[in-house]
Every structure is written in C-alpha cells, then in structure tokens.
C-alpha cells in the first residue's frame, strides 16, 4: 500500500516561496510516477507537477504552474519535493502527493489521499 506524508505548507505572502515535502513508507518512490495535487473545497483534485520514475529526474507540470514551481526526487530519502515559488493568491489549496500518471497528470488511485498540507497564500 502506498502512504505518504506530506509537509511543509502554510502561510506565505504573495511573491514568496514555499517548499513541500512528500516523505513515502512502505516502499521505494524511484520506481513510480510521483505527482502533486492540490485541492480548493468545491472542486476536484487538479494536477500540479509529476516526476517520472527512474527517470533521472523528468517532470511535467500543470499549465498554470508557468515555470513558477519545480519537482524532484531524492530517492535516498524516499522523498519528492515542491518547490513553489513566486506564489499567488490562487496557489491556496491543500497540497497532496499521489503515486501518479506522469504523462496524463493524474493520480493511479484516485480517492485515495494522504491528509495533505495546506497552502494560503494571502497579504
């Protein structure tokens, strides 16, 4: 069963930056598709960033990350990070990481999520 535990979220002002982590158990991360999802009460889950497994650190990011945001691995922790910077008021959801279809952005088991970390981003 996958498990993750995501950290790092909370109250940022807009401009700044944040960095997310997603730490796995119960069994190695390079192997799979890792991606971000964020979610806004009201709405379903929306793709925000995706590393390939065993891909040396190939990624794929939502349209409106616009070169804002950056994924990676370090297998050696079993953790996947998000680095968000030049946050917007918009970016203020709960943040969750998800084994994932990197090439479509979206999770292999949808519904299933982890308690997630939250992102405000407010003056």
């Known amino acids: 069963q996958w498990h993750f535990v995501e950290s790092g979220g909370g109250l940022v002002q807009p401009g700044g930056s944040l960095t997310l982590s997603c730490r796995a158990s119960?069994?190695?991360?390079?192997?799979?598709?890792i991606g971000w999802f964020r979610q806004v009460p009201g709405r379903e889950h929306e793709g925000v960033s995706c590393v390939f497994a065993n891909s040396g650190g190939s990624t794929h990011y939502g349209k409106f990350v616009e070169g804002r945001f950056a994924t990676s691995r370090d297998s050696a922790q079993n953790t996947v990070y998000l680095r968000m910077d030049n946050l917007k008021a918009e970016d203020t959801a709960m943040y969750y990481c998800a084994v994932a279809d990197c090439s479509q952005l979206t999770p292999q088991n949808p519904g299933s999520w982890g308690q997630g970390t939250q992102v405000v981003v407010s003056s």
């Open positions: 119960g069994f190695s991360l390079r192997y799979y598709g």
